[in-house]
């Protein structure tokens, strides 16, 4: 069945940088683009970045663009999210996302949390 795990996620100063990963199995992961969303308390979940399958191409959010980078290691079947500049307004749990054979598959969530 399809997974994806998030792991990488913690407290960070603000300012500063972290790395979280996306882990997918169950499904050929080249073929699929991978989106990354976040979730702060009492908002709704919003698109943060999306790399495509061929690893070139990617879009992502106007508040974090140019602070966060997005890549792929289909190899591995994982995606990260490179996150620099942090702030606290990106306090959130971070989901992986992707849409396989029309269905949604979602990630259980990393929580990231930046210090003022």
């Known amino acids: 069945q399809v997974r994806l795990v998030e792991s990488g996620g913690g407290l960070v100063q603000f300012g500063g940088t972290l790395r979280i990963s996306c882990a997918a199995s169950?499904?050929?992961?080249?073929?699929?683009?991978i989106g990354w969303y976040r979730q702060a308390p009492g908002n709704e979940r919003e698109f943060v970045a999306r790399?495509?399958?061929?690893?070139?191409?990617?879009m992502y959010a106007d508040s974090v663009k140019g602070r966060f980078t997005i890549s792929r290691d289909n190899d591995n079947a994982t995606v990260y999210l490179r996150m620099s500049s942090l702030k606290p307004e990106d306090t959130a749990v971070y989901y992986c996302?992707?849409?396989?054979?029309?269905?949604?598959?979602w990630g259980q969530g990393t929580q990231v949390t930046v210090s003022s």
């Open positions: 996302h992707a849409v396989i054979w029309g269905d949604d598959y």
């Open positions: 169950g499904f050929t992961f080249s073929r699929y683009s």
């Open positions: 790399i495509f399958n061929n690893g070139a191409d990617s």
